[in-house]
């Protein structure tokens, strides 16, 4: 990767391809807000993370695809919200105000499908190029629920699983709360020592992920510029200026959330790791635009915003809120890009809180607006998953493969990727008592009489 996506990197300012716009006062707490030659004097970045990365490769017989779950129908709704929420006391009355979104779709949220579709790709991918081991799927909160997944996978003769969670992030709910659905599935179980269950690291640097909302941000910047420069000619554009920004959109979460994604102890640019992941996949994905076409980045901004808040309206969550963001420019730009960038599929928050309600305040303002593709299935995306489980295997696919594909921690940078096990202190939950978690990384002890590891 070159230095204008190395954000965050220890001595270096990040150098945007294009204008950021991104409020430094609207990011999380945790270190600077942006590198600055100022900010970078004290600055602590990864690069002091002396640890190793990367975890043994291991003997895995089976890999889950892991994700949110959704409602199938009207009468999954009310259900599914009570495991949501669960422990939070929230009674029906209020779950059925903020069920709307599934009411209006049928009651279907459409991340089942999407994942079943996801599914059959990384299985026909496994069984072309390997790993030759089966992949299932699990979901934390509706069927098929992990419990019982690990339940059938222990009665079928699996004691080696890895774990895809369909989520590119550093944070909480996008990769602690993974690793917890699998560590109180084991204790519930009684397999804590019967069973091994890791998971794969978040990939939200892998190749291919990046490569779809690249290809899908240069559809759309051609799309956007053709249809403002024909409004521009009938005298129907917006702002007449011919500007366009950039949205790169994420899932909000409380600021007190995104300050403990990561390990401790480290700086990252926008106070959070969780922030500072998506500054660095906007960068690698405009650079590469700039790459192939770097004429489409004329007159172009951008910046990061968040969408799908929840909660009570006086916790600080990470802003600007998309709509907020889009009424902020209206009369300056005359078109907007929206890249769901926080999300792997297009899922309820997508149709809804993007397709619905930020291109209805698009219209509003007379802007001209798409909204990208997610990654879904597309084939580079999915090679990056099937890579992704084959770094981590220690034995070559039983069709006689080459043993590991040579991708081991592959990533945009060209290093290696974010950690296979997790600081004990990683993404440490906010409310109540710490549950059991798998991949967590355990630190060597060191003799003091011969200084060796035990």
């Given amino acids: 990767m070159s230095e204008t996506v190395r954000a965050g990197c220890c001595g270096n300012?990040?150098?945007?391809?294009?204008?950021?716009?991104?409020?430094?006062?609207?990011?999380?707490?945790?270190?600077?807000?942006?590198?600055?030659?100022?900010?970078?004097?004290?600055?602590?970045?990864?690069?002091?993370?002396?640890?190793?990365?990367?975890?043994?490769?291991?003997?895995?017989?089976?890999?889950?695809?892991?994700?949110?779950?959704?409602?199938?129908?009207?009468?999954?709704?009310?259900?599914?919200?009570r495991n949501v929420t669960a422990g939070r006391g929230i009674p029906d009355e209020r779950l059925e105000e903020v069920a709307t979104h599934y009411r209006a779709n049928g009651g279907i949220s459409p991340i089942n499908e999407q994942?079943?579709?996801?599914?059959?790709?990384?299985?026909?991918?496994?069984?072309?190029?390997?790993?030759?081991?089966?992949i299932v799927w699990a979901n934390r909160n509706w069927k098929p629920y992990v419990t019982d997944v690990v339940q059938q996978?222990?009665?079928?003769?699996?004691?080696?699983?890895?774990?895809?969670?369909?989520?590119?992030?550093?944070?909480?709910?996008?990769?602690?709360?993974?690793?917890?659905?699998?560590?109180?599935?084991?204790?519930?179980?009684g397999l804590q020592d019967r069973m091994r269950i890791d998971k794969i690291r978040q990939f939200f640097d892998a190749p291919g992920f990046v490569e779809a909302f690249t290809e899908g941000l240069e559809n759309g910047l051609k799309q956007v510029r053709n249809?403002?420069?024909?409004?521009?000619?009938?005298?129907?554009?917006?702002?007449?200026?011919?500007?366009?920004?950039?949205?790169?959109?994420?899932?909000?979460?409380?600021?007190?959330?995104?300050?403990e994604a990561g390990p401790r102890g480290i700086d990252y640019e926008g106070g959070s790791a969780y922030v500072e992941k998506h500054l660095q996949v906007a960068r690698a994905i405009l650079a590469k635009i700039r790459e192939q076409d770097e004429s489409l980045l004329d007159n172009i901004d951008w910046e990061l915003v968040y969408q799908s808040r929840s909660g009570s309206p006086s916790t600080p969550w990470l802003e600007p809120d998309v709509n907020d963001a889009i009424d902020k420019i209206a009369g300056d730009v005359d078109g907007i890009i929206m890249v769901p960038l926080g999300f792997v599929s297009d899922h309820m928050e997508v149709l809804w809180d993007l397709d619905t309600e930020a291109m209805e305040t698009c219209r509003n303002h007379g802007i001209v607006a798409v909204r990208t593709p997610t990654p879904g299935v597309h084939p580079a995306y999915v090679e990056s998953l099937r890579r992704l489980i084959a770094e981590r295997m220690a034995e070559p696919a039983e069709s006689g493969h080459d043993r590991r594909e040579s991708v081991f921690g592959e990533s945009i940078s060209g290093e290696l990727g974010w950690f296979d096990e997790c600081d004990p202190d990683c993404c440490k939950p906010l409310r109540g008592q710490e549950k059991p978690v798998i991949a967590e990384y355990t630190p060597k002890k060191t003799c003091a009489c011969c200084h060796e590891h035990v």
């Fill in 153 to 189: 996978a222990y009665e079928e003769g699996h004691r080696n699983i890895l774990v895809l969670a369909t989520s590119a992030y550093p944070g909480y709910s996008s990769c602690r709360q993974y690793r917890e659905d699998y560590g109180v599935a084991l204790e519930k179980l």
């Fill in 13 to 81: 300012i990040p150098d945007d391809v294009c204008p950021n716009a991104t409020d430094p006062a609207n990011t999380a707490s945790n270190g600077p807000a942006a590198l600055t030659p100022e900010t970078l004097k004290s600055y602590r970045g990864e690069c002091g993370i002396t640890r190793s990365r990367t975890a043994v490769p291991a003997p895995y017989d089976l890999v889950i695809l892991s994700s949110f779950g959704g409602p199938e129908g009207q009468e999954d709704v009310i259900p599914f919200l």
């Fill in 227 to 259: 249809t403002v420069a024909e409004r521009i000619a009938d005298g129907t554009a917006a702002a007449g200026n011919g500007r366009i920004r950039i949205m790169f959109c994420t899932h909000s979460v409380p600021t007190s959330a995104a300050n």
């Fill in 115 to 134: 994942n079943r579709a996801l599914l059959v790709a990384l299985r026909e991918a496994m069984q072309e190029r390997g790993p030759h081991i089966p």
